[in-house]
């Protein structure tokens, strides 16, 4: 109870027995059957076709890029508010981000997404943000009218659903993070997922270097590759976890519930969103300091760090990032996600952590409120 940190990742009790299963037979490297094992559990838990695991999820966004044939010039639109990986994905290709500003849920506004478009647009990269779906009816359909490829970031989101679809059944392609803080891990890693047998085949080749088809044609290389592979060893992480997916997931939900029936009657909180016919899986506890709370959200970040508690602030918007100067954006445009990042923090809330833990973080926040 001295130190509550922001994120910890959570172990089952298969990950040992099958670590050590890979390190006793010698398939510590990218093939072995945990590797094979590990895709087949995850597309099945997804509701996808198919699955590609990969070193991490920026491996993911990147190799998505190329699979939907983004050339350098090419517009995509991604919502303003964001983590930086899609971002970082797009410059690796050449390509130019055209962000939008988001909506009362935190992810990208369908609502906006028309105007942005323009002769130079290609695709449309969705992120659901800290695990609650965008309104992918909406944005499918308007994909659809203009033409436009589909990129879903579900790395914060897996499990989440929109009127019962889940996050991953719009976009050409989907990406998961399997990093270390998020729903399920496997250390460092990520997956890709998508319907298209083709597309399958292809990320699977260019993920391993694009090496021939056979061992005389193995360094002949058709297509430019990438080393992406995950580790035996990671997926034999990966099968425990994927295992208990809905287990982790429902933590996180309960996490949020408590959180949410202590600080609902806390003035100058706003809780995270939830649309209606959604499922939202909670990745973070995320929360908007208003100016009625009486206290910044950087002066309560140091409140509660020095009762032993690790928060972390909400990403900052795509437009104001330095390394793209060369691009033009017009600040006027981008109220919420402003706001989001000026305001927001996401408190403790990774699988495994007590009630008690709980009642302490939020009692620390209404206490501070109490005390202004």
Request: aromatic share 8%; proline share 4%; hydrophobic share 40%.
């Amino acid at each position: 109870m001295n130190h509550i940190p922001v994120s910890k990742p959570y172990f089952w009790g298969d990950e040992l027995s099958n670590v050590t299963e890979a390190i006793t037979t010698g398939w510590i490297s990218s093939n072995g059957k945990f590797i094979d094992e590990f895709e087949q559990k995850f597309a099945e838990a997804v509701e996808a076709k198919y699955a590609v695991s990969l070193n991490n999820g920026t491996s993911a966004l990147h190799l998505a890029c190329d699979l939907i044939g983004l050339k350098r010039g090419d517009e995509v639109i991604v919502p303003d508010f964001s983590m930086i990986a899609p971002i970082f994905a797009l410059e690796y290709m050449g390509c130019i981000p055209v962000p939008v500003d988001v909506d009362d849920t935190w992810n990208i506004n369908p609502e906006l997404i028309e105007q942005a478009i323009t002769e130079k647009t290609k695709a449309i990269l969705v992120v659901h943000n800290y695990g609650h779906p965008s309104d992918m009816h909406k944005i499918s359909a308007i994909a659809k009218k203009h033409g436009l490829k589909i990129i879903e970031d579900a790395a914060e989101a897996i499990g989440a659903r929109q009127n019962d679809i889940q996050v991953g059944s719009w976009g050409d392609v989907t990406c998961y993070s399997l990093y270390a803080n998020k729903i399920i891990t496997t250390g460092e890693g990520g997956m890709l997922t998508t319907n298209d047998e083709h597309l399958y085949q292809l990320a699977k080749s260019k993920r391993n270097m694009s090496f021939g088809p056979d061992q005389e044609n193995r360094f002949l290389h058709e297509k430019v590759g990438y080393n992406f592979r995950l580790t035996n060893i990671q997926a034999a992480i990966g099968c425990a976890q994927v295992h208990n997916l809905e287990a982790s997931i429902n933590h996180k939900i309960s996490i949020a519930n408590e959180y949410s029936s202590i600080l609902k009657d806390v003035p100058g909180i706003t809780l995270p969103p939830s649309a209606q016919n959604v499922k939202n899986v909670y990745w973070v506890y995320g929360i908007l300091i208003e100016e009625t709370f009486g206290l910044s959200k950087n002066k309560l970040q140091e409140v509660l760090l020095h009762a032993g508690i690790e928060t972390r602030s909400f990403f900052a918007p795509v437009h104001q990032q330095p390394f793209l100067k060369h691009v033009s954006f017009n600040p006027s445009k981008y109220h919420k996600s402003v706001k989001l990042a000026r305001q927001g923090l996401y408190l403790p809330s990774y699988i495994g952590l007590s009630s008690e833990s709980i009642m302490k973080v939020a009692d620390t926040i209404a206490q501070v409120q109490l005390k202004i």
